[in-house]
């Protein structure tokens, strides 16, 4: 089986600050993605990525941006973080289609902005 | 554009109980698949149920759904509630998007079961 590593778990930042979020998957999948967790709305796609260098943008890119320089990583910049926001970033990879639904997703990486 | 939507952001249920979470979704293709999710605190997301072809049901760990086309549903149901199924599910949509293949998902129902 495989693994996808997210790092730091935590994550504590200052307003304005550009903060970095990354993650890496052993699964050997084309595609990888991050979603952005908040109560009440779900999980919402921020950006992914169908092979090394690509990058789609998803409904919740604005302020953020991506890079997968690499088949087994891929990285996401919060480029100004905003006061007092909290949320949960996940990433998660998959074979290139999902009509199998099988995506596999990491355990997170909290933001805390202070 | 394609959407899920969970009417229920949560639900509370005494052990032994049915569940029933419920998901309807939008979407202009004709093959729609759809999927259900759980999140358990401190773990990551993982897939619970994927549809199967309209009007059949699948089944998975003592849960079940089925695809109803004509009411753009995918309920998730369960005979008889346990404490451990007390979690976060996401019903999910896979959306065809103009360059490339993603997940799209509900806001999600966190389910908690009560002795």
């Known amino acids: 089986g495989g693994i996808i590593t997210q790092t730091p778990k935590f994550l504590i930042g200052q307003e304005g600050q550009k903060l970095t979020l990354k993650c890496q998957q052993n699964f050997n999948h084309d595609t990888m993605y991050w979603y952005r967790q908040d109560s009440g709305k779900g999980l919402r796609l921020i950006y992914y990525s169908i092979t090394e260098n690509d990058l789609q943008k998803g409904d919740l890119s604005e302020g953020y941006d991506a890079s997968r320089e690499k088949k087994s990583s891929f990285s996401l910049t919060v480029t100004s973080a905003q006061k007092n926001e909290m949320a949960v970033f996940l990433c998660?990879?998959?074979?290139?289609?999902?009509?199998?639904?099988?995506?596999?997703f990491g355990e997170g990486s909290k933001l805390t902005v202070l | 554009g394609d959407s899920v939507t969970q009417t229920e952001g949560l639900v509370t249920l005494t052990e032994g109980l049915p569940v029933m979470l419920n998901c309807t979704y939008q979407?202009?293709?004709?093959?729609?698949?759809l999927f259900w999710y759980v999140h358990y605190l401190n773990e990551s997301p993982w897939l619970l149920l994927r549809s199967s072809t309209d009007n059949k049901r699948t089944e998975h760990q003592g849960f079940h759904a089925t695809l109803h086309k004509s009411s753009s549903s995918f309920h998730l149901q369960k005979s008889s509630a346990q404490l451990s199924d007390s979690a976060l599910y996401y019903c999910a949509l896979s959306g065809y998007g103009g360059s490339g293949n993603k997940l799209i998902f509900g806001t999600g129902t966190l389910l908690s079961v009560k002795p």
């Open positions: 979407t202009i293709y004709s093959n729609a698949f």
């Open positions: 998660a990879s998959s074979i290139p289609t999902t009509n199998t639904g099988q995506l596999y």
